[in-house]
């Protein structure tokens, strides 16, 4: 067999890749193997920052295609006409953990997809929850330090998860989601996932409506509880990884249905809460389902670092069709996925294979920078205004412009009710499921501080008196009876 010859970075043959080179057979090691440094000094660099949030994941690609007519609402090319089939990349991830930690634990799971449009690519980032912990991006960071590390221990705290709970009462519906069998999903192709966020659909007659994206699993749900969930952790802690790239491979792809909600635009100035507000769900029965088409999942990534690792997501990625909402969450994230890129990856992480548009050119006048591996815009003009031919603005890009008035200020959202919607959710389950829910919560607040518990129990007794109490009781917890 006539194997291809191992060369340096710079491409020369290496001579030895079993032997360094030496002083004399027990001499010592010589600063002249370049082979040798080369290969040490790469080596420690094969580590590069991993997500803040959402470290574990698995990535797939596959292809969306329209199966109804949404064009009457959006002009996004995407989305254009029935049959048309847009190229996906996605990526499922938990969120606490990091890059080791073990898939089947209790946390939210990341679902973000990125279209390769002929407008450039569309990232939908979103998870399997439909809302979120918080409703104020201000708040991520404190919310996100208390479900890592505790600083002095470096152990998981949930002193710090249930005193940031109780005192931010915004959590109550995402965390009855999180301590429900939904919080152990037993891989990603069980799970729905959720834009969450509201976001703008405007057609071509520049009307525009509010959107809310669902996608539904076409493998149905299901789920792990907490004993599973715990036994798979330590005997298969790549569980969810392995079963997404195994059923690919065997020809088992995954597919899940999208749908969409549609609000008229003036209905958000008198919805009976603010539609914009993340940890609140909009009623199917004022605004049903509409389905949109089916995303399937049907070639595994060659590489994990270059396309899994590499990927970057980020909501601020939308194509014309498509805009944003007041969504303050979603108004903060829109600054930090690009940040936390250019952190991560570099500031042309945008020419990596698995970012850079599939179908669509890039053209613009930024030049220059670290690992810029491309041609790097060759001789072409690299301002604008100019007179020779570079790439200008379109007017068909322009979006909807939303009328705001008000004063600047930091304001928080005007509606209060976080009971309503985690307490309806409470009582639409099943008898056991609520025993599974009140039992993972006692769980985990076993041994919390008593005052913190006293403030959480209070939360649940307002969104469903029973459930309250029967957290209280198990936590041995006296509660007075509301009146
Ligand atoms: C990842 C920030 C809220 C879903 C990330 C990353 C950051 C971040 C910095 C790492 C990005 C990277 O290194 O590539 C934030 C902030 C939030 C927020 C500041 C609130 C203000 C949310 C919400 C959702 C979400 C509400 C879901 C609805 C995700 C997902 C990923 C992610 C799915 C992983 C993306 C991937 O697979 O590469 N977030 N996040 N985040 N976030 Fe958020």
Redesign the pocket.
């Known amino acids: 067999m006539n194997n291809k010859p191992i060369t340096t970075q710079s491409g020369a043959p290496v001579y030895d890749n079993q032997n360094s080179k030496t002083a004399g057979s027990r001499g010592p090691v010589l600063l002249e193997d370049v082979h040798l440094v080369e290969k040490l000094a790469h080596f420690n660099r094969e580590r590069i920052?991993?997500?803040?949030?959402?470290a574990k994941?698995a990535?797939a690609y596959g292809t969306f295609e329209v199966t109804h007519p949404v064009s009457q609402y959006t002009k996004a090319k995407f989305l254009s006409e029935v049959g048309k089939k847009t190229e996906v990349f996605v990526?499922?991830?938990t969120?606490g953990g990091e890059k080791g930690s073990a898939d089947s634990e209790r946390d939210?799971?990341?679902?973000?997809v990125k279209f390769y449009t002929e407008d450039g690519n569309y990232d939908l980032?979103?998870?399997n929850?439909p809302v979120?912990f918080?409703r104020?991006?201000l708040?991520?960071?404190d919310f996100?330090h208390t479900q890592k590390r505790n600083p002095a221990t470096n152990l998981k705290d949930p002193n710090a998860v249930w005193d940031f709970f109780s005192l931010s009462p915004e959590s109550l519906h995402q965390l009855t989601i999180l301590y429900s069998d939904r919080g152990t999903p037993k891989d990603y192709r069980h799970m729905h996932g959720?834009?969450?966020?509201t976001f703008q659909w405007v057609s071509a007659e520049g009307k525009a409506v509010w959107v809310k994206y669902h996608f539904r699993t076409d493998q149905g749900i299901e789920n792990f509880t907490r004993e599973e969930a715990a036994r798979v952790a330590g005997e298969d802690p790549d569980s969810a990884t392995r079963d997404l790239y195994t059923s690919i491979a065997e020809g088992n792809f995954p597919s899940w249905t999208l749908c969409v909600q549609i609000m008229p635009l003036e209905d958000a100035d008198h919805y009976k809460f603010d539609p914009f507000d993340?940890t609140k769900v909009w009623h199917y029965d004022d605004y049903p389902m509409i389905p949109v088409g089916r995303m399937v999942l049907n070639r595994n990534p060659e590489n994990y670092f270059a396309e899994v690792e590499q990927?970057?997501?980020?909501?601020a990625n939308i194509v014309p069709g498509i805009g944003y909402s007041p969504d303050?969450?979603?108004q903060?994230?829109l600054?930090?996925?690009s940040?936390?890129?250019r952190?991560?990856?570099g500031t042309n992480y945008n020419l990596l294979p698995v970012n850079r548009p599939h179908i669509a050119d890039v053209q613009n006048y930024q030049r220059d920078g670290a690992m810029r591996f491309d041609g790097n815009g060759g001789g072409s003009v690299n301002y604008e205004p100019n007179s020779f031919n570079g790439p200008t603005q379109l007017d068909s890009a322009k979006g909807y412009h939303l009328p705001v008035s008000g004063t600047a200020e930091s304001t928080p959202y005007q509606h209060d009710d976080h009971y309503t919607q985690p307490g309806d959710l409470y009582r639409l389950m099943s008898p056991d499921e609520k025993e599974r829910l009140i039992d993972n919560i006692v769980h985990s607040m076993t041994g919390v501080d008593e005052t913190i518990q006293r403030r959480q129990i209070e939360h649940f007794r307002k969104a469903d008196e029973e459930w309250g109490n029967r957290v209280a009781s198990l936590l041995n917890i006296a509660v007075k009876a509301n009146s």
Do not use: C, Q, W
């Open positions: 920052p991993e997500r803040v949030v959402h994941g990535g990526r499922f991830s969120v939210p799971r990341g679902f973000a980032v979103g998870n929850t979120f918080i104020d991006p708040k991520f960071p996100i959720f834009g969450s966020h993340v990927v970057a997501m980020s909501p303050k969450m979603l903060g994230r600054f930090a996925y940040d936390a890129h952190y991560r990856l």
